[in-house]
């Protein structure tokens, strides 16, 4: 298979041949038509569910695992680390054990980098706890991730929690030791707190700015200290909603560019149509703009969004340009993974790739494919007319 386009992360407009699994020939040509980007595929590094499907259902089968990832294709998310949230020992183990399965496909496997456990080692608190069911929060134990990771087959890559509760550093040691990437979120830390988090191994702050009270002291808090962390990347819900337009302009250009990931944090509410849902044992609401909230108030209950709206929200809200935001939800996740030779588009690698047109006027990405392995896995039937 021939493409022609222009490459997002590098802007050289190529041929690329796609012969089997991989690359074989990529040559830079003269620009033929600057609509038509290529980049690599999407990777997102907070998924609780997607298309009307729930990781964290309590009945979760590795068929719902597979019709997310399977869905997620059509949107240009080609790999994820499906994210296992706070509930009980047994109810995260289901979780967890579908996933597993579901990789026993090898299509699924291959999108599937590591899984990222959010919770249920987090702050009790209305407010920093977010949407998790406060009688599943707990302390950091030690025996029960390692039950978890078994249950895994040693899949998962990221932890969440919070830095203050008792037992969490030298259990952030513990998971460092496991090369495991240690993420702040759903907390209410003092300096002191992140400090110490950074200096036992923490290298990110899970969508920061949000999972917090909705009122703190102004200055110091607990976004500013993490937002000023050079130690710390940061990952970002650029949703619209979770955080103002003028806040995820601020938050990239502080914490620069090359610490900032996008991650949609989508919850089975992604794709389906306005109204009331059970989202496990709370009510709530999908509003007409795209809002998930738990009902009766403010608190934001996880995204509606997929990863690409992100990614164009990113140019409209931060004035950066569409490569600039491309890397932040590829090139950036990989990095922070280990996995950049995942969306690295050269000759003799694995043909891992999107194809889709832009309307800058619009700032508006219209997927046209997704390839995955030199097998593609999405095609726009209307754009492949065309
Ligand atoms: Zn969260």
């Known amino acids: 298979m021939r493409l022609n386009g222009k490459l997002a992360l590098s802007g050289k ?34 998924v609780n569910g997607f298309a009307g499907y729930n990781l964290n259902a ?22 994820l680390c499906p994210t296992v949230t706070t509930g009980s020992f047994e109810r995260m183990a289901k979780s967890l ?10 299509e699924i496997d291959r999108s599937v980098v590591g899984i990222h456990v959010e919770g249920p080692y987090i702050s009790p608190e209305d407010g920093p706890r977010g949407a998790h ?50 993420a702040l979120g759903h907390t209410n830390a003092t300096k ?40 710390l990347w940061a990952s970002l819900i650029v949703d619209g909603h979770h955080l103002p337009p003028s806040v995820v302009k601020c938050m990239m250009r502080a914490k620069g560019l090359s610490r900032c990931v996008l991650v949609s944090d989508a919850v089975f509410l992604a794709g389906m149509p306005p109204g009331r849902y059970q989202f496990t044992d709370r009510e709530v609401e999908l509003t007409p703009d795209r809002c998930v909230r738990l009902v009766g ?20 809200f931060a004035g950066i340009s569409l490569e600039q935001s491309i890397a932040l939800a590829t090139n950036q996740p990989a990095r922070l ?12 690698r694995e043909a891992n790739l999107i194809v889709f047109r832009w309307d800058k006027s619009a700032c508006q990405i219209d997927l046209i494919m ?17």
């Open 13 to 46: 407009s190529v041929e690329i041949e796609v012969c089997g699994e991989k690359v074989q020939s990529l040559r830079e040509i003269k620009s033929t038509n600057d609509e038509i980007w290529i980049a690599p595929p999407l990777i997102d590094i907070q």
């Open 58 to 79: 309590e009945d979760v089968t590795p068929n719902d695992v597979n019709r997310i990832i399977r869905s997620l294709w059509k949107v240009g998310t080609g790999f």
């Open 97 to 106: 054990g579908a996933i597993i399965t579901a990789c026993e496909d090898a």
């Open 133 to 182: 069911a406060k009688q599943h929060v707990r302390k950091p134990d030690w025996d029960e991730f390692q039950r978890w990771q078994e249950v895994a087959d040693g899949q998962i890559c990221m932890v969440t929690l919070a830095p203050e509760i008792e037992g969490a550093i030298p259990f952030i040691e513990k998971l460092r030791a496991n090369d495991i990437i240690i």
């Open 192 to 231: 002191d707190d992140i400090d110490a988090a950074i200096k036992a191994g923490a290298q990110l702050s899970t969508h920061l700015g949000n999972g917090a009270h909705a009122l703190i002291p102004r200055h110091p808090n607990y976004i500013w200290e993490q937002l000023a962390a050079d130690e």
């Open 297 to 316: 108030t403010d608190y934001l209950a996880g995204s509606a969004i997929e990863l690409v709206r992100g990614v164009e929200n990113s140019v409209r």
């Open 337 to 348: 993974l280990g996995i950049t030779d995942r969306v690295d588009i050269d000759e003799g």
């Open 370 to 386: 997704t390839m995955l392995g030199g097998e593609v896995v999405y095609q726009n039937k209307i754009e492949s007319k065309g």
